[in-house]
């Protein structure tokens, strides 16, 4: 066996564990390796109440309520197919509105009640004047919030 | 190495088993680094619960990132050695001349370092799990990513000392260039517990290991073979 | 010598592009601010807030764009052994460095107001701080050899090493859930921002390029004249050495 073909057995080994590697990460990927989970995948898998987990998803309309005495508040963070309620008592970042995305960190009650330890607001990746999104909204070509 | 020995050994086994063996006897007269880089993963995880306190609870909470940040350190510890002490004493040159490709020197080098340092703190990790009451259902996992991992960063900690080979303070510098590398190792290393313990399971994790290993495997000693060659200039 | 050859047609051409490299930089941040800061609309959802991108993202692109421009400049040093190359690499790694530093920098600042946090530890965030790392770790290894060769030929590996780093922080925001939105301008289908905002974004990316050009060549011919500077105390020190004895 010459140096040369020893060089090629080694460069082919290489090649095909880099290409193990690729197809591993490519089916990693499929999986879930997430910052965060959505209402429909909390509800697909069986997580214990008291585990600290990540649940994101959009701020329902009008499932906002403020309790009048404290800081606490209560909305709904929905993925369109399945919803969780949650409960939060803190400051909220400025972009936390109905119709926006957010990330909550906390723990799932028994009661299926999400009890949130902070509330991130995730916001999409379009930005614009206000008045083209009025007149984009009022044209009907795009939903407030309908990103993510 | 006789020239009579090399064509019987055309795929460099031989020679492969021949740097590895002594790397291993090495280890096991001078008994120092690699064995100080087992004590010190098993002192550094004992004091955590002495220093924060022995809560339950919160220790297997942060039992498995601990363990990993451990390893990492502990797998540093030892790297610095690697080649430098090859260097000063002149035998590297003599390695490089070999008819073994410098590449697969380095990762007999490499597998020999993992055998005395990464190996032997997978097999201790289960009692460390115990000590800060890891579940017992996830110590199995603990040692399974440990035995995914630590190969990882031994490979990817041979760059770094063939990069440092000759350099000042080498071994603070090594420290700044491999950890960043590191990173990766660690997030799924420890994630791989947390997203065992949250439900969605270790799987992806795993997997993600296995490529990261699986890729550091040829590219890791090229590129520490490619900073050798450079550092013997 | 040939050494010294290309150097010298370099220090030429670079007198040359300067003083043009600096008005671009200088025009381009003008203009640019007045539409960033004054002319373009706010956000209809972060209102003003938004204004942080108009430095936050050149940096952040610039931070990636310096990391590429090393790992290539590396390369042709390491390959073809020109010194140039070399030092081309070296005088770009701490203005990466700094560009990698804004970014993060004014990242925790738009954070704070619009996610609510200043930092968190999603894919994007992370994979840019390992880059930051690695410019550091790059620039000390430079500094750890006392043959300059060597030095180069080590910090350029570690470049090349490092390039696996480019891919995540881009492809992190696709791959992975996190926190940071994904890319607005650079995407398939088209940027998603009001052609309003691009233009001021445009406006600021051009001026962190020339800003980059101008300082690069400047610390380029910095070494150049360090190198030098060291070549004749040297020969002096020997001449006067060879005069004693």
């Given at each position: 066996m010459t140096r040369k073909r020893r060089r090629l057995y080694m460069v082919a080994a290489g090649v095909t564990m880099l290409g193990i590697a690729a197809a591993l990460v490519l089916n990693a990927f499929q999986d879930n390796l997430v910052f965060f989970f959505s209402p429909s995948e909390l509800a697909a898998r069986e997580i214990t109440a008291g585990q600290r987990i990540r649940v994101g998803g959009l701020v329902e309309e009008g499932s906002i309520e403020r309790q009048a005495d404290s800081h606490t508040v209560r909305f709904t963070v929905t993925d369109t197919a399945r919803s969780v309620r949650v409960v939060y008592s803190g400051m909220l970042p400025d972009?936390?509105?109905?119709?926006q995305g957010v990330v909550v960190q906390g723990s799932l009650g028994p009661d299926g009640v999400f009890s949130a330890e902070e509330v991130l607001a995730k916001h999409d990746e379009n930005y614009m004047p206000p008045e083209v999104a009025d007149a984009l909204q009022k044209a009907g070509h795009w939903q407030k919030g309908g990103g993510t | 190495m006789r020239t009579g020995r090399r064509r019987r050994d055309p795929l460099g086994v031989r020679a492969f088993g021949t740097v590895l063996a002594r790397d291993l006897r090495l280890a096991r007269r001078q008994g120092g680094d690699a064995g100080l880089a087992v004590l010190f993963f098993i002192l550094g995880t004992v004091l955590v619960p002495l220093g924060i306190g022995p809560e339950g609870a919160l220790l297997s909470r942060i039992g498995a990132g601990l363990l990993w940040v451990m390893a990492l350190l502990a797998a540093l510890?030892?790297?610095?050695?690697l080649f430098q002490s090859d260097w000063e004493d002149g035998s590297l040159d003599l390695i490089v001349l070999s008819p073994l490709p410098l590449s697969m020197t380095v990762l007999a080098k490499v597998t020999a370092h993992w055998l005395v340092t990464g190996l032997p703190m997978t097999l201790v990790s289960p009692v460390l799990a115990v000590l800060l009451n890891i579940p017992p259902d996830q110590i199995g996992l603990v040692a399974l990513t440990l035995l995914l991992g630590t190969p990882t960063l031994s490979l990817i900690g041979s760059v770094g000392a063939a990069l440092t080979v000759?350099?000042?303070?080498g071994g603070v510098l090594l420290t700044l260039l491999i950890l960043p590398l590191y990173i990766p190792v660690l997030i799924f290393g420890a994630g791989s517990v947390d997203a065992a313990v949250a439900g969605p399971g270790a799987k992806s994790h795993l997997l993600m290991m296995t490529a990261m290993l699986l890729a550091a495997l040829p590219l890791c000693p090229w590129a520490a073979a490619a900073a050798l060659r450079h550092a013997l200039d | 010598m040939h050494r010294f050859a290309n150097p010298s047609r370099f220090l030429r051409l670079s007198a040359a592009i300067l003083p043009w490299s600096t008005a671009a930089c200088v025009c381009l941040l003008v203009v640019g601010l007045y539409f960033a800061l004054v002319a373009s609309p706010p956000d209809y959802q972060q209102s003003e807030t938004v204004r942080i991108m108009y430095v936050h993202v050149p940096a952040a692109w610039m931070a990636m764009g310096t990391y590429a421009f090393l790992a290539l400049a590396s390369a042709t040093g390491l390959i073809w052994k020109h010194p140039l190359a070399d030092l081309t690499a070296k005088a770009a790694a701490p203005i990466g460095a700094s560009f990698t530093f804004i970014a993060l920098a004014t990242g925790a600042l738009w954070g704070?107001?619009?996610?609510?946090?200043?930092?968190?530890?999603d894919a994007r965030l992370t994979s840019v701080l390992i880059l930051l790392f690695l410019y550091l770790g790059y620039m000390a290894l430079w500094n750890a050899f006392d043959d300059e060769t060597r030095a180069a030929r080590a910090a350029a590996i570690l470049a090349l090493v490092g390039i696996v780093n480019l891919p995540i922080i881009k492809f992190s925001v696709e791959w992975w859930n996190t926190l940071h939105q994904p890319?607005?301008?650079?995407r398939i289908g088209g940027p998603t921002i009001d052609p309003s905002m691009l233009l001021p974004l445009l406006l600021m990316a051009g001026a962190f390029l020339f800003y980059f050009v101008t300082i690069l060549l400047l610390r380029i011919r910095l070494e150049l004249a360090g190198r030098k500077l060291r070549t004749v105390q040297f020969n002096r020190a020997r001449a006067s050495l060879r005069g004693t004895t």
């Open positions: 972009l936390f509105r109905e119709g | 510890l030892s790297l610095d050695r000759g350099a000042r303070r | 704070q107001p619009t996610w609510g946090t200043w930092w968190v530890w890319a607005s301008v650079l």
